[in-house]
């Protein structure tokens, strides 16, 4: 079988009889006849229900990681459904405040958190801000002697743990840019600052291993590692960060929010921890909800090598395999169950030979210039790390929802692209 995996569709998918696909009751040829392509389609009801998920297996506190898709409609999603907010940027904070999230559900992170940003936070009052430098503290201790409001704190604290991921996605390895370590006691004087300084409240710890971590047991290694400090300290709050991977191709599996709860939760009660247990997931939310349809432009077979299939996005759009040499799949939406029995490369349109989507992807025999090319599971770090390379413009984001699609971020124009050229 060779057909694309069902699984790796949103919830709302579904395939009628001549094997066109909708999401959520809308037609996807129909909707790139309407907003064009590259387009990312996002179902609505799968971010709502994974949003509920986090909450029901957490509880209130659960922060959805913004960095993973961010525009005002997600921003205003996520606080619907009763989760917090992660910025880790004041960018990321503005949008937020923009959407109406009260800054009170917002919990600012960063390695390198500017006065300025700091002001922001401090200004709006955010719920919580992580700290992760020594040079923070004096910031924020700054900034409070100055007259703004002692805000309430985590300290990050870096495990140590290696989690199963790729390398640029490790972060709780002893030698990362983030947070104190544990090894050495650097976390416990970070620990022994917070608690003693008039300029903050501490409210606990705060941990983030990687992304893209398929193993529960990374997540219990780093709530072992903390276990002692958290006792030490009396941690009130206790957040695991995000890091819960997905199934991108075919063959990978992923624990489900609620199976990762309830093993970093037992991971805790068995360590004796009595913290309110946070986490902030971002691609666990998003990741799955979307897929990205192209248009096929160009198909160049190379005679004894390879066939070369060029879509009206790349690089720009999804820059994530050329970055972490990341898998999808590729799938045609006129004939989403049909057997991909072609092997090809499929590439974008940037003057690149780097810039690839798929290495090897398997498509129908029938592929032809001119067909919708859809690519699932990119709704998480695809629209948010996009650029503007080579001036090519940022694809669209519509919310698909009962039979309806509703345009929540538009197509950029050439007129966006000198628009702050002085
Ligand atoms: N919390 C903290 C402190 C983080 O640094 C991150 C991700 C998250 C939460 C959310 O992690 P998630 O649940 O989404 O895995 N651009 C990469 C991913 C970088 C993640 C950075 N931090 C990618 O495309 O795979």
Same mark, same amino acid.
């Given at each position: 079988m060779t057909a694309l995996p069902h699984y790796l569709l949103s919830d709302n998918a579904a395939v009628a @009889? $001549?094997? *066109?696909?909708?999401? /959520?009751g809308c037609d996807v040829l129909d909707l790139t006849e309407e907003f064009g392509t590259p387009l990312f389609i996002y179902d609505e009801d799968h971010l709502r229900a994974r949003c *509920?998920?986090?909450? /029901?297996?957490?509880?209130d506190g659960v922060a959805y990681a913004t960095k993973a898709f961010l525009c005002t409609a997600m921003a205003r999603l996520a606080h619907e459904e009763g989760m917090q907010l992660d910025v880790a940027t004041g960018g990321e904070l503005h949008v937020a405040m923009a959407a109406g999230v009260p800054a009170d559900r917002l919990v600012l992170h960063g390695n390198n958190k500017s006065e300025l940003e700091l002001k922001m936070a401090l200004e709006a009052g955010?719920?919580?801000? &992580? !700290? $992760?430098s020594f040079d923070e503290f004096d910031r924020v201790e700054a900034l409070v002697s100055d007259g703004l409001t002692a805000p309430s704190v985590l300290v990050r604290v870096n495990p140590g743990v290696e989690a199963h991921t790729h390398e640029y996605l490790q972060t709780g390895? /002893? $030698?990362s840019k983030f947070g104190f370590s544990?090894?050495?006691?650097?976390?416990? !004087? /970070?620990?022994? =600052?917070? @608690?003693?300084?008039? @300029? +903050?409240?501490l409210r606990g710890l705060h941990a983030h291993v990687g992304s893209q971590v398929f193993v529960v047991d990374s997540f219990v290694k780093a709530v072992g590692a903390l276990a002692p400090l958290a006792h030490r300290v009396d941690a009130r709050e206790l957040s695991i960060g995000g890091g819960l991977g997905v199934a991108y191709i075919e063959g990978e599996a992923a624990p489900s929010i609620t199976e990762w709860a309830d093993a970093v939760k037992t991971a805790c009660a068995d360590a004796g921890i009595e913290s309110r247990i946070l986490a902030e997931p971002g691609r666990a939310i998003v990741a799955q909800a979307a897929l990205t349809a192209y248009r096929v432009g160009t198909i160049k077979p190379i005679d004894g &090598?390879?066939?070369?299939?060029? !879509?009206d996005g790349g690089m720009s759009d999804n820059p994530r395999p050329v970055l972490y040499?990341?898998?999808?799949e590729a799938f045609l939406p006129r004939a989403t169950t049909a057997e991909r029995d072609q092997s090809v490369r499929i590439v974008g349109k940037h003057c690149e030979s780097g810039d690839v989507i798929v290495q090897e992807a398997r498509v129908p025999a029938d592929l032809a210039v001119g067909d919708i090319l859809a690519t699932p599971v990119t709704g998480a770090y695809g629209h948010t790390m996009g650029s503007n390379y080579n +001036? &090519?413009? =940022?694809p669209p984001v519509v919310f698909a929802r009962d039979g309806d699609a509703r345009l929540v971020v538009r197509r950029e124009t050439f007129a966006d692209l000198v628009d702050r050229d002085i």
């Open positions: @009889a $001549d094997g *066109r696909l909708s999401i /959520a *509920r998920e986090a909450v /029901a297996a957490f509880g955010v719920g919580r801000i &992580v !700290v $992760d390895a /002893a $030698d544990l090894s050495g006691g650097v976390a416990e !004087v /970070a620990i022994e =600052r917070a @608690a003693g300084s008039s @300029a +903050m409240q &090598v390879r066939t070369y299939v060029s !879509v040499g990341s898998g999808y +001036m &090519v413009l =940022r």
